[in-house]
């Protein structure tokens, strides 16, 4: 969802995927941080063979050298020098019109199922799916906030 609470293009199924953002330069780019297989719809993230984007975040530690971390290996985050393990650093380029003084403030949120997972498996009709549309419907697809901070403080 973007700051006013609307769904980004990316979102449904079968949207663009937006790409991985090391710098945001414009008001309704969006910093997200996914996995979107490139293959066949899938759900799940283990069956996935390739991956338009995969820029999760790292955990702290993880290390490109240890085995089997090609297959956590991040896609899509080529030419950010920030991405790494433990965490990410966007830079903010944003033309202001007008003069001070100027507050900002940043969320970091999260959406669980992401919204382009949740639209993808509502394409399938299986009990499971079912059942968890149906605990869904009528909830509020509302992101929960992990992090909030402003300048000045």
């Given at each position: ?12 199924a ?5 790409p991985?953002?090391d710098v945001?330069r ?8 996914r ?7 899938t759900?799940s993230?283990?069956?996935a063979?390739s991956w ?10 993880w290390n490109?050298?240890?085995p089997?971390a090609e297959?956590?290996a991040?896609?899509g ?5 920030n ?7 966007v830079?903010y ?40 549309r ?12 992990v ?7």
């Amino acid at each position: 969802m973007n700051a006013g609470g609307a769904p980004l293009a990316s979102e449904p199924a079968g949207g663009p995927v937006a790409p991985h953002l090391d710098v945001v330069r414009e008001p309704n780019q969006v910093a997200q941080y996914r996995a979107v297989p490139a293959d066949a719809p899938t759900h799940s993230l283990v069956r996935a063979a390739s991956w338009w984007v995969d820029d999760l975040l790292l955990p702290t530690g993880w290390n490109s050298a240890r085995p089997g971390a090609e297959r956590r290996a991040p896609v899509g985050t080529e030419g950010d020098p920030n991405f790494a393990s433990g965490g990410d650093r966007v830079r903010y380029e944003l033309t202001l019109d007008g003069a001070g003084p100027l507050r900002v403030e940043v969320e970091l949120l999260s959406q669980v199922p992401g919204a382009r997972w949740a639209a993808v498996l509502f394409q399938y009709e299986t009990p499971a799916v079912e059942a968890l549309r149906g605990m869904t419907d009528g909830a509020a697809p509302q992101p929960e906030r992990v992090a909030r901070a402003s300048w000045p403080l």
